[in-house]
Each structure stands twice: as C-alpha cells, then as structure tokens.
C-alpha cells in the first residue's frame, strides 16, 4: 500500500550533472579560501547557498551540493552530497496526520529552484520514480548498475523507508537514496546523490545482509 508523503519536491537528475559532481575530487584543487573559492564558483556558474542548507553551493543546473569543507573543488578526502530532491514525509505517529502544517513553508525555498516541480500530496512511490530516473543517469555516467540495492530507513529520521541504490569506484562509495536534511526538527529528507571516500568502510556486505547494508550506507553519508 502506498504511504503518504506531504510535498516531494525535486529536480530530475541529469547525465550532466552527475558526471560533474562525481568529477569533483579530481579537478584542480582550490583551497579553503573564500576568494578562491569564489572565484572558481563563478567560473563554473555555481552560487553559494545559504538558506537550503548551510553553506552549500546552487549549482549552475540548479541542484544543491555540498561538502564537509569550504572548498569542494580536488579533495580525495572530502564527502560530497547532490541535493536532487526534498520531501516532507507524513509521521505515522501523529494520529491526526495533521504533522504541523506550518512544516510545509521549509520547503518554499526548493519549490521555488528553477526547473523543480513540486507534488503535493503523493505517496512514496513518487519519490521511488524520482530515484529510479536518478539512478538511471548514474548507470549511464558510470557505464555500470549499482552493485547493492537495499530498501531502507536507516539514514532518515522520520518517513518511509526508500530504495538506496551503490556504486563504488576504485576510490569513492555512490550512495544513492534518501537522507536527513538534518534541518527544522529532523522532519525533512533529501533525495540525495553522495560520493564519500572509500575509506570509511570499503568492503561491502553481501546483498542479502539488510542490516550490514543499512550500516555501510550510514557510515558513508552520515556527517
């Protein structure tokens, strides 16, 4: 059966995009510097964000990145996060299904990005067709499938639990999926695109271990 979701808001996830960002820890470093950052910000057609989610970029297609540093230009080390998508999920522990309405003005801010459309209200099985044809531009960069897929609500606070799809390259984890946007009382998840260092947890479970699964993904975008 279908669960409720308030307002998915989002952007479909491009081919473009997604090689850019997972470009993102080779390109020429730019330190941590607010004048060099800009300057390459600039250059790129990027705009800092700072309302979204603090101190991350706008990118030049209109999704929201951000990074464990100021500069998310040439670092291996870093963690990278492609904000694709926001949603308000119902909480099943609220017998009126009311969930504070006021929650819903948060998501002003990605309704109103250029290019994203918003559906409200909807189930979950519109936010699973938006991480379907995210997933599909990042087989078709990578040239490859996503190596594990596992159902799961480890990595939001409250919601239905969503489809998380990895790749992994030699040095970096994909992780694919919903995550919590870590704002206005934890109610909020992105649909999020993450390239993290391989290093936080390289060998990946078997297919079958749900739970190794679930702790793999949350030990590489958790931050």
Known sequence: ???PVHVLAHRPLTVEAVAEFVALPFVPYVPEDVDAVDEETVRRGWSWEHELVCDSFRTADQ???CS???SPFGSLDARYFLVFGEMYPVDPDDEAKANGPW???HLDGWRQLPGWTTQEPCTDQDCEA???QAA???TQCLGAAAARTVVSSATVVTGPALTHRIWRTPTHALVLGPSADNGPYGYLTHLQLSCTPLACGPELPPAGDEDGLAAWITAHVDW
């Open 136 to 138: 599909q531009a990042v």
């Open 1 to 3: 059966m279908p669960i």
């Open 130 to 132: 938006v991480l379907a």
């Open 63 to 65: 999704y929201v990145l």
């Open 68 to 70: 464990d540093g100021l």
């Open 103 to 105: 929650m819903s003005g």
